[in-house]
């Protein structure tokens, strides 16, 4: 991956949920609008095109992406509503898909190592009995307070990215 594609910042509009968890997966700093607790969902638009305006705006929406040109923001319209072909969509645009580990694919926080204390109250708050710090390479989202390790979903993680370089 290039440093000039690894350092795009993307805002993506309310349809494209799947794909900013993605993009934060991968690494890239991304807002998603539906993680946003606006008053209006109505006036989202208006807000999409008057913030953030050092992101890429990612939409499925023509009107959101005609505006996005008017207005000379960096858009991309996204064709599908499969996450897979969009992940396709966006590596055609020199966007990479792979595993980072760098921030959090929940709330786009960064992610860091835990100390002890914090993995054990993830463990007791989430029921876990097994000492993942023995077995797993662990990641801590201090915004959220999410534990991250590479169990079994990181090999259909892995599994699901190698999909889109076919």
């Not at 900013?20 to 008053?39: E, F, Q």
């Not at 989202?141 to 090999?155: F, P, T």
Request: charged share 40%.
């Amino acid at each position: 991956m290039t440093k000039q594609a690894f350092n795009k910042k993307f805002l993506c509009d309310r349809m494209l949920g799947k794909l900013a968890t993605w993009l934060r997966i991968s690494g890239y700093d991304t807002v998603y609008i539906g993680d946003l607790n606006l008053n209006n969902r109505n006036k989202e638009d208006t807000f999409i095109l008057k913030s953030f305006k050092d992101r890429i705006v990612l939409t499925r929406d023509r009107e959101l992406y005609r505006r996005c040109l008017e207005a000379g923001r960096d858009v991309v319209f996204i064709n599908s509503d499969i996450v897979l072909e969009q992940l396709k969509e966006l590596e055609k645009k020199e966007i990479e898909f792979k595993i980072v580990m760098d921030r959090c694919s929940v709330c786009n926080g960064l992610l860091r190592k835990p100390t002890d204390e914090e993995i054990r109250t993830v463990l007791e708050r989430e029921g876990i009995s097994e000492d993942l710090k023995k077995r797993y390479e662990l990641w801590y989202c201090e915004r959220c307070e999410k534990l991250y390790w590479m169990g079994s979903h990181w090999k259909n993680m892995v599994k699901f990215l190698e999909k889109v370089k076919e």
